[in-house]
């Protein structure tokens, strides 16, 4: 019964910002790394950025300098702060996390419904 719920997704304009947060709940026992993916239409899956339980990040070429990663793990909470928007970014961004739950003796994947960005010109 884990559950990751991401919200903040929108309509914005090209150069602004947008913060993404995603929430995990549930029987939880611990998470490792966490991260967020995303597709646009007709493309593939890419992960744009991930932070291990330990606060080390890393990024997609293609968003380095414009978005960060954090978390809050006392909330079971990743965060996306995204800025300098370009229409390329409009997807559907997807949460991920690696969850070991109170029943499980390993860490399972598991993924948010998505929430949908679009960047206008």
């Known amino acids: 019964q884990v559950q990751l719920v991401e919200s903040g997704g929108g309509l914005v304009q090209a150069g602004g910002s947008l913060t993404l947060s995603c929430a995990a709940s549930?029987?939880?026992?611990?998470?490792?790394?966490m991260g967020w993916y995303r597709q646009a239409p007709g493309k593939q899956r890419e992960l744009v950025a991930v932070i291990t339980s330990g606060g080390s990040t890393s990024y997609a070429d293609s968003v380095k300098g414009r978005f960060t990663i954090s978390r809050a793990n006392a909330k079971n909470t990743v965060y996306l702060q995204m800025n300098s928007l370009k229409p390329e970014d409009t997807a559907v961004y997807y949460c991920n996390a690696e969850i070991q739950s109170t029943h499980s003796l390993r860490y399972l994947e598991h993924w948010g419904q998505g929430t949908l960005v679009t960047v206008s010109s």
């Open positions: 549930g029987s939880i026992f611990s998470i490792n790394t």
